[in-house]
C-alpha cells in the first residue's frame, strides 16, 4: 500500500479496517508491504481478473456500504466462477472522497470480512488514494485452477446445449421497479427481486463443478442474450435460446404477469451472475446430477448451432426480435 | 472486461487500443474474456502488486498522456522490484471520464506498449468504466520469484549495511521547481531533474539480483526517511544514516547549490523509486560487482542499529531534524 492518506491517514485505516481480513495468509505480510506473494498450487495456474465500481455509476453514494463491498467481491468471484477458478485471494483499489467518514470504511470492511468468510477467499493487498471526485473502487481476484482446465467463452461448438443455472431477470426487474417506484416501495412490492439485486450470488462451487463440464462459459452480468451473445462471438457458432424455457423465479413471475411491458428485461437485463454455458449433449445426465448435488437449478434453454449470433425463439418458433441488445446501468 | 461503454464503446476501446498490448500472451485470451490464465513457474510463487492513480491527486490533467501510462506501470514494476521479482503481466482498471477524447487513449495505450517492451511485460486484461469523476487509473501487476525468496521489509537486523541504488531527490526537486516556477521555466532550468519526476526507472534487473543478498527492501516513493522508516517499523530495527552520503545527482547538486533552503527535500521527498535496502556486510564485495555489473551506483549511506527509527545524521555525529516526515503530493 502506498501514500495518500485520507481523513484519519492511510496506514490507520490500513491497519485497522485492511489487516484484519489478511489475517490467516502469510504471503499478504499484513500488509504492511506493496507486495504480496502467492502460492500457486502444483500444477495449477492462476486465474485473474478485475472489475471496478463506481459511485453514482454501478451504486448509488447512499446504498449500504458493507452491500456495496459484497457486491465488488461478488461480481468478481462471479467471473472467477465463470472461468471455473477457486477463489484465493484479492486486491482492492480504494479511492476515497474526503466527504467519507470513518464508519463508511468500517462497515464497508465488515462487508468483506463477512463474504470473506462465505467464499473462503482473504484480502492480499491494495492500494488506498484519496479523490476529489466519487468513490471508486477496483477489485482484482486471484483464483486457481488445474493446468489447462480453466473455461473460456471460446470452447462452444454447434450442437450443443445451453444452460443456466437459477433465475434470470430477477436483479433488472428489482432495478426497474427501484427506478420507477423508489426503494422502499420495491422492497414492500418485492423484497426477493431486490434482495437479488443487491446481493448478487456468485456461482463458485458451480463453476469449480463444470470444469471439463462446460465448453464455454459466461456469468450473466450484462444481459442474457448478450452475455450469450459474446460466447457466440468468441467461440464462433451461433445459438438459439427458446424464449418460454429461460428459467423465472416465482416472484419475477408475478411480477411480470402484472407488468407485460417489463418481459424484455429477462432477456436483456442484466446482473443476474448466474452461470450460462454450453455443454455436449452426452453429458445432460452429469449436468442433472450435478444441479441435484448443488440443490442448484440448471436450465437447458436452447442449443448453439451454425451461426454467429444468438437469437430469441418463441414457442412457435419464430425469431423474438428485442429492442435493446445490452445492458445499460443507470 | 465488462459493460459500461465510454465514448466510443468500451468494446472498441479494448479491441482497438488494449487488445494488441496483450498480444504474445495466449492467457490473456485477447481480451475477449473477463479472466486471464498465468502459469507460474515451476518452484515459484506469485508476488502481486497495485497502484491506483487519479487526475489531480497522483499527475495533473494536462500530463501527456504516453507519460502517464508508464509512471503508472513504473511505479508497479518498482514495487515488483523491491520485492526481487520478475515482472510477467499486469491488470488495468480505467474510470474515464466523459470528455476524455479517443486520442488520449491512443497515446496512452502508446505509452503502455513502449513500457511492455522495455520491460517484458504484457497486458493481461482490466476493467473500463466510466466516472463522472476524474480520470482514474488503477493497475495490478504480477511477477514472479523462486518460492520463499520474495524480498520483504521485515529482514533487517541490527549490524547491517544500508544501501540505497542511483540518485535521491531529483524528483522531488523538480517537483518543487515546477510548482514553484511552473513546468517550462523547470524544464529549461533543470530538464534531467523534470525527466526523473516524469518518467521513473524502475530498479527491475536491480530487484531480481538482490535476491538471497538483501535481507530487507523498498523503493522508494515516500521519500528516503519514511521509506526507511517502514523498514525499521516492521523489521524492528534502528537505523543511522550518514546524511553526507546520499547519492546526489551533478544536476540536484548544482541546484541544491542556489536553492539551500530544499535541501531537506532530498532527505524528505518522493517518487525517486531507487531501491534502498539493507544488506550483511560480508556481502559489500558482491554489492560492489553487482553495481558495476549493472552500471548502477550502490551507495551505503548508513548501518542498522538496535531501535525503531531511522535517524539521519550529520558529518559532526549529531541528530539532523527534519521538519517533513513523509511525503505528501501536491
New interface residues.
Given amino acids: 500500500m ?3 492518506p485520507p481523513r484519519s491517514g492511510e496506514f490507520e485505516t490500513i491497519d485497522r479496517y485492511l489487516a484484519p481480513l489478511s489475517r490467516g495468509f502469510a ?1 499478504a ?1 499484513g500488509l ?9 498450487g502444483d500444477g495449477n ?10 459511485s ?3 451504486f448509488l453514494p447512499g446504498d449500504p456500504p458493507d452491500l456495496i463491498a459484497r457486491k465488488l467481491l461478488r ?1 468478481n468471484l462471479s ?2 466462477a ?2 471455473g ?1 477457486t477463489p484465493r485471494t484479492y ?3 480504494m ?1 476515497l472522497p474526503s466527504s467519507l467518514i470513518d464508519g463508511w470504511i468500517a462497515a464497508f470492511a465488515g462487508g468483506l470480512d463477512a463474504d470473506q468468510k462465505s467464499f473462503g477467499v482473504v484480502l ?4 488506498t ?6 468513490l ?1 473502487l ?1 477489485l ?1 481476484a ?1 483464483g486457481e ?1 488445474p ?1 489447462g482446465q ?1 473455461i ?3 470452447g462452444a461448438a454447434p450442437g450443443q446445449d445451453i444452460y443456466v443455472s437459477g433465475t434470470i431477470g430477477d436483479a433488472a426487474l428489482a432495478l426497474a421497479l427501484i427506478q420507477s417506484a423508489g426503494v422502499e416501495q420495491a422492497l414492500r412490492e418485492a423484497p426477493g427481486l431486490v434482495a437479488r439485486y443487491r446481493l448478487p450470488e456468485p456461482r463458485v462451487l458451480l463453476g469449480i463443478s463444470l470444469r471439463g463440464l462446460a465448453t464455454a462459459a ?2 450473466v ?2 444481459g442474457l442474450m448478450a452475455d450469450l451473445g ?1 460466447i457466440c ?2 467461440s464462433g457458432v451461433g445459438a438459439e435460446v427458446a424464449a418460454a424455457t429461460v428459467p423465472l423465479s416465482p416472484e419475477a413471475r408475478h411480477f411480470l404477469s402484472k407488468r407485460k411491458e417489463l418481459s424484455e428485461i429477462v432477456y436483456c437485463g ?1 446482473d443476474d451472475y448466474e452461470l450460462l454455458f454450453t455443454a455436449r449433449p452426452e453429458d445432460a445426465a452429469k449436468l442433472s446430477a450435478l444441479s441435484e448435488k448443488l440443490a442448484l437449478p440448471l436450465t437447458r434453454i436452447g442449443r448453439t448451432v451454425a451461426g454467429d449470433r444468438p437469437v430469441l425463439v418463441s414457442e412457435s418458433g419464430e425469431e423474438v426480435s428485442l429492442a435493446s441488445a ?4 443507470f
Fill in positions: 502506498t501514500s495518500q504471503g505480510r504492511t508491504d506493496d507486495t504480496a506473494s502467492l502460492i500457486i495456474e492462476a486465474v485473474i481478473t478485475l472489475d471496478t465500481m463506481v453514482g455509476v454501478h461480481v467471473d472467477l465463470s472461468a477458478a486486491f482492492l483499489s479511492s492480499g493487498g491494495g492500494d488514494t484519496s479523490t476529489p471526485g466519487p471508486t477496483s482484482t486471484i485452477t493446468l480453466a473460456s467463452r471460446a459466461i456469468d452480468s450484462d459474446h462471438r468468441i442484466g445490452g445492458w445499460r446501468h
